[in-house]
């Protein structure tokens, strides 16, 4: 029972009435009466309609005792229901339709995951270029300092200023503002990557779970995302493998190098599932800058390699930079990925794969051609995609 004696179970519309069955009428008018919908009827002529309330005021039905908030409740969810099928409407007369409609139909296929799917974890991914991010840590003059080298790639940056040390060196000139600069590279780096990505504890372990669950339809994953979701949702997959034989998800990173890493192989005689790093990550590096003739992956060993963040910000601070492909134009991307032995061999796997893809979280814009391009290819022709697509 509510307030005033009447059941809350009663969905009911509050109006405001006069009240004429007052003997006599009150200086001014009638006084005036809430009244539900059914109360007001069983009244008649002994009532008479003034106005509707303002909505979200709780009132109560003087008559009967129910509360009009459950009826505007149903009204709004009614209402959002329209619009949903409104919507829905349009969207499949436009060709889209819902994942569940067509799941059925790309079982087994390839699975393409663009950066939008590492903000399903943190908002912290929520900017467009990490070397931007570091920019907007310099101050004025280091950052145009460092726009000056018309690149992205922090790697080349730190090569150039590397070379032009070992000339003045030569020359006799001074190097003290070039060690300066490597120095705000490799720090602002550093601080850009620690400020954007969240620790191991700050993440939701069920979350990851789910996630290593539902990529268990698909085949192979190639991803964009350089961050270190997908590196222990794959770990999650070699957990469950263990534990109940499914196909689990791995890379090409295999052969034991050190301590330390794991070497790509471009070949394995495993029948797992791939993933492949179509613009690298911060946990992989360049084989070719350690001396050895591969990329490679920092291992997962023991408890202290847990904090991956914190291994990859040390590499760094002695001027290892990670493998991955820093933000620019489609053409400038093309060429740092053929200069990695890995990354070249990712993204022809991306090419020569026939069988359908879902593409997630991928903005699919300009900088990108080069993925297009290979999607594009005359040997894909014919095969399903299908492309996820965010209504608000």
């Known amino acids: ?51 509707n309330p303002p909505s979200g005021e709780e009132l109560y039905c003087e008559g009967c005792g129910n509360s009009n ?16 099928e409104a919507q829905s409407d349009t969207l499949q007369e436009l060709g889209v339709v819902s994942w569940e409609k067509i799941a059925g139909d790309f079982e087994g296929a390839d699975l393409l995951l663009g950066n939008g799917f590492s903000l399903n974890f943190s908002q912290l991914f929520n900017y467009d270029s990490l070397f931007e991010e570091f920019l907007r840590g310099c101050n004025p003059d280091d950052a145009k300092m460092f726009r000056r080298f018309e690149t992205p790639n922090f790697e080349h940056i730190q090569e150039q200023l590397l070379d032009a040390k070992k000339v003045n060196t030569i020359f006799g000139l001074p ?19 620690e400020s954007n990505h969240p620790r191991a504890h700050e993440i939701d372990d069920g979350a990851l779970l789910k996630v290593s669950e539902a990529l268990d ?51 394995d005689n495993y029948k797992n599932k791939h993933v492949y790093y179509l613009h690298g990550a911060l946990f992989l590096f360049s084989g070719r800058r350690l001396d050895y003739h591969n990329d ?52 022809r796997k991306l090419g020569g794969s026939k ?38």
């Open 175 to 193: 190097t003290r503002p070039i060690d300066f600069a490597i120095q705000k590279l490799r720090e602002g780096l550093i601080k850009s990557i």
């Open 69 to 84: 908030q459950a009826a505007e409740a149903r009204e709004m969810r009614d209402a959002e229901a329209s619009r949903q």
């Open 296 to 347: 490679l992956k920092l291992r997962r060993g023991d408890e202290s390699f847990d904090e991956l963040i914190e291994v990859i910000s040390s590499k760094i601070k002695v001027g290892t930079f990670p493998l991955f492909v820093s933000e620019g134009n489609h053409e400038q991307k093309l060429r740092s990925i053929f200069e990695s032995p890995y990354l070249r061999f990712a993204y």
């Open 217 to 267: 339809p698909f085949e192979d994953v190639f991803t964009f995302s350089y961050d270190l979701f997908l590196y222990r949702i794959i770990m999650k997959s070699v957990e469950r493998a263990k534990a109940t034989g499914i196909r689990k998800h791995s890379d090409d990173f295999w052969r034991e190098q050190s301590e330390e890493f794991l070497e790509f192989m471009d070949f």
């Open 355 to 392: 069988r359908p893809l879902v593409v997630y979280g991928w903005s699919i814009s300009d900088q990108d051609k080069h993925i297009l391009n290979v999607l594009n290819s005359p040997w894909r022709e014919n095969r399903r995609v299908a492309v996820s697509v965010l209504c608000r």
């Open 1 to 51: 029972m509510n307030s005033n004696g009447g059941s809350d179970q009663v969905a009911v519309t509050i109006r405001l009435y006069d009240d004429h069955r007052s003997s006599a009428e009150a200086e001014g008018g009638y006084p005036s009466i809430y009244l539900c919908d059914e109360c007001a009827e069983k009244r008649g002529g002994d009532v008479t309609h003034l106005n």
